[in-house]
């Protein structure tokens, strides 16, 4: 049976949302496009033909949600910024608006004794700035910063937990590489560039947050993945570690002062292109955690294609009976093999499961959602962090993808993650029996 207790007095319960999302209200109050405002306002670049209209109308129900969060018991709840609300010319002056919104979403937290933890950056670039090259253009750091240095100014009396961005590795790889994410670019050469401007401001931004922030605890969410090979062919073991040296260290070990994974890359080695002098000594931070976001595991196989990285993945449809509504293969298991992989490097303080979820068909009866998998899926990957925790590694907060069904960025509507059942055209909430499990878990010792 698990307990609350067994993860300790100081361990950190909490839930996390995203403000394209969930926000809605795209262009309320002065707020101007994101990136992803106009990639998803053509519908072809929707699976499920879905445009995103309110999402979860978080802008709208904040109150609600956050009192929500509070009655499950949780002590922390997570949230982004849209750049494009705070800074709808992308620079310059902040609008009143913008501001005044987060403000009062920060006051609802620490109202009903909510953690805010704020997201500095989670994907949604303002469309003007990616008008004049977005994050293949190397003045995004210094845009970067002052976006960082306004939010921290306004917002860093109440708020001290602050991650810098969210996933590096999704929307450069997704967004400028293969373009099935906003803003749709493509080529080695624009990921190159993309990466290695989202490290730079990853190290630069905890600096900017640490000189602004009194107290601050500064942290980055990484996407990670529990990699295999579909053998032990040589040829195939080389791949899969190509695979998760690109899934699991491409960012950490600069910012841990490693510099790039070129060791089983050396392909790699053409990123040193994008650097300017006293790049190498800038990209190097000492956060106060590293957040882990692991959704899926990959089995990998040597591949011709892609170029770089001569592998690809065995689809989880041709090795997995039972995959969540993405077509994706949770294996909770593999947890465990990741939180011993990273607490392999030196200069990793604390580890926060920053995210954590599961996508599967729901269905509203009546007033109820029996979602049994997913209620399922989080207690067998809490055993995995308490086995964890008892091994002694220090993992010290696991964050639930996510409270409300919302927005699932290109696969639209149609993935549900949330412990809350929404109701998209009414916004109307209903809470399912997974939310209902966490609530008794966390409540049960108060």
């Known amino acids: 049976m698990l307990k609350r207790k067994q993860f300790g007095k100081f361990f950190k319960w909490g839930v996390t949302i995203s403000a394209f999302q969930n926000e809605g209200a795209a262009f309320e109050a002065g707020k101007s496009a994101s990136i992803w405002d106009i990639f998803t306002s053509d519908v072809q ?10 999402t979860a109308g978080f ?10 969060a509070r009655q499950m018991g949780l002590d922390v709840f997570r949230f982004s910024l849209a750049w494009s609300r705070i800074l709808p010319n992308g620079t310059g002056t902040p609008n009143p608006k913008g501001l005044d919104f987060y403000n009062r979403v920060i006051d609802a937290c620490v109202k009903n004794k909510l953690e805010p933890w704020v997201t500095i950056y989670h994907w949604g670039l303002p469309q003007v700035l990616e008008d004049r090259g977005g994050w293949t253009n190397r003045e995004v750091v210094d845009w970067f910063l002052h976006f960082t240095d306004v939010v921290t100014s306004a917002f860093g009396d109440r708020v001290k937990h602050w991650i810098v961005m969210n996933e590096p590795m ?20 624009n990921f190159m560039k993309a990466a290695h401007h ?21 942290g980055v969410a990484l996407s990670c993945s529990y990699v295999k090979s579909t053998n032990q062919l040589f040829f195939n073991k080389r791949a899969a570690k190509r695979v ?4 699991n260290r491409f960012f950490i070990e600069p910012l841990l002062g490693l510099g790039y994974p070129t060791d089983i890359m050396p392909a790699l080695n053409i990123i040193k292109s994008c650097f300017k002098p006293g790049d190498a000594e800038r990209l190097p931070f000492d956060f106060d955690f590293i957040g882990l976001q692991y959704y899926f595991r990959v089995v990998a196989r040597f591949s011709l294609f892609p170029p770089v990285l001569f592998a690809t993945e065995v689809p989880p449809s041709q090795r997995k ?8 293969d949770a294996y909770p298991k593999g947890l465990s093999h990741l939180l011993d992989f990273y607490m392999g490097y030196d200069g990793i303080k604390q580890i926060v499961l920053t995210e ?24 067998k990957m809490l055993k995995q962090v308490k086995g964890a925790i008892q091994r002694g590694v220090p993992v010290t907060g696991y964050f639930v ?32 029996a997974s939310g209902a499990w966490f609530r008794d878990f966390l409540t049960d010792n108060e």
């Open 198 to 218: 989202a490290t730079l401001c990853m190290a630069e931004g905890g600096r900017m947050v640490r000189r602004n922030v009194e107290n601050a605890v500064v």
């Open 244 to 247: 998760e040296a690109l899934l």
């Open 59 to 68: 802008y709208h129900n904040y109150e609600a949600d956050i009192l929500q």
């Open 321 to 328: 009976k039972k995959l969540t509504s993405m077509g994706l």
């Open 45 to 54: 670049n929707i699976n499920d033909g879905h445009l995103p209209g309110e």
């Open 356 to 379: 954590s979820g599961v996508c599967y068909t729901d269905f509203l009866r009546g007033d109820k959602v029996n979602d049994a998998l997913r209620k399922k899926y989080h207690q």
């Open 170 to 189: 999704s929307f450069t790889g997704l967004g400028y590489f293969t373009g099935y994410h906003a803003p749709g670019r493509n080529g080695i050469g």
């Open 401 to 432: 993808w996510t409270l409300v069904d919302n927005f699932e960025w290109r696969e639209g509507f149609q993935p549900r993650f949330g412990l809350v059942y929404n109701d998209f055209e009414t916004q109307k909430r209903t809470l399912k």
